[in-house]
């Protein structure tokens, strides 16, 4: 297997325990060392190199105890010694997308995704302050105590800003809270067809192009996703209706969300793209509940895309700055 991932990616030899992502790897690599692998008669898919990374948890793939990605907790780097950065799913609850920073944030820096408990439950959370409570449980299972590191996008963002002023509450540091794109106290109603194509448009599938006259069809749906290159290819129909679900209710919940007040500074990422006269700021947005400085970071995207690999590099380096700068700051004092 070491083998077979270096030569997919060109390296003379790779080690067991370094993850494939540091290493060079990315989206289409992992679907070409998938296929290198099952020709070599060892069963992958895209999420196992994902959601495993390194070639000795690679090995272990199909173990009755192996995870499949869809935990709360998604551990996506577990070593360095950091304080992790814990990355909130947006609306749609998976937090796979966030996988592509750890190229960004550096070796020693720990990173999880948070992702919805659609995927393993039934019931769905009543709101943000319930997730943020279910969350916080799940955060301090591997950091007890702070600096804690808080990053949300769209509906994570609010969750993620809950977080940090319960974990204040309770004399807990928060060294970075930063929101990707996103506001509270908006109106977010639509009707279902509304919310399905911007759901899909979310996971990069055209759904007005698909069936522009109705609703689209789960099938064409299905087949769009099973030709991507990246994690959500392997997605199922009862994946996919996990995430329309948990979509639904979080933009119920964002729109009944009471934010408190947060003492400490905010890194903030503005979408440029889609913005009209009426599009709120982050600055005024969320200025009258921020006690310190709000950093406004425009990046050229739509919303819905700001996780692509593009904006998503010019985030990560943000964030891996700001994060040297409280590293630098707590090794000084």
């Not at 494939?20 to 290198?36: E, K, Q, V, Y």
């Not at 499949?68 to 998604?74: K, P, Y």
């Not at 106290?185 to 067809?193: F, M, N, P, S, V």
């Amino acid at each position: 297997m070491c083998g077979i991932v270096a030569d997919v990616l060109g390296l003379d030899r790779v080690a067991a325990d370094v993850s494939f992502f540091d290493l060079g790897g990315d989206s289409i690599a992992a679907l070409r060392l998938s296929t290198r692998a099952r020709q070599a008669g060892v069963e992958l898919t895209p999420r196992d190199v994902f959601t495993h990374q390194t070639v000795e948890a690679l090995a272990r793939v199909g173990d009755p105890d192996d995870r499949i990605g869809f935990e709360v907790l998604l551990p996506i780097r577990t070593s360095g010694s950091r304080p992790p950065v814990f990355f909130v799913h947006p609306a749609g609850g998976l937090a796979w997308p966030y996988l592509q920073f750890q190229r960004h944030l550096g070796p020693d820096q720990p990173v999880y995704g948070l992702q919805a408990r659609a995927f393993t439950r039934s019931d769905l959370p009543e709101s943000v302050a319930e997730m943020a409570a279910d969350y916080l449980e799940q955060i301090r299972s591997v950091r007890p105590a702070g600096p804690y590191h808080l990053v949300g996008w769209s509906l994570g963002g609010l969750v993620a800003y809950e977080m940090a002023v319960r974990l204040q509450a309770a004399g807990e540091t928060v060294g970075l809270l930063a929101l990707i794109d996103s506001y509270h106290g908006q109106d977010l109603a639509g009707d279902e067809r509304k919310i399905l194509h911007e759901l899909l448009q979310g996971i990069g599938v055209d759904a007005a192009a698909i069936a522009p006259d109705g609703d689209p069809d789960m099938q064409q749906i299905m087949g769009i996703l099973a030709d991507r290159d990246d994690a959500l290819a392997t997605l199922g129909e009862d994946d996919l209706v996990n995430v329309y679900r948990n979509y639904e209710n979080g933009l119920r919940q964002a729109e009944e969300y009471r934010p408190g007040r947060f003492r400490g500074d905010l890194v903030f990422f503005t979408a440029l793209q889609g913005r009209t006269g009426e599009s709120p700021t982050g600055r005024a947005n969320w200025g009258p509940l921020v006690e310190g400085e709000i950093e406004d970071y425009p990046v050229d995207a739509e919303h819905h895309l700001l996780l692509d690999p593009g904006p998503a590099a010019e985030m990560g380096a943000v964030l891996a700055a700001r994060l040297d700068k409280l590293h630098s700051g707590t090794r000084d004092h």
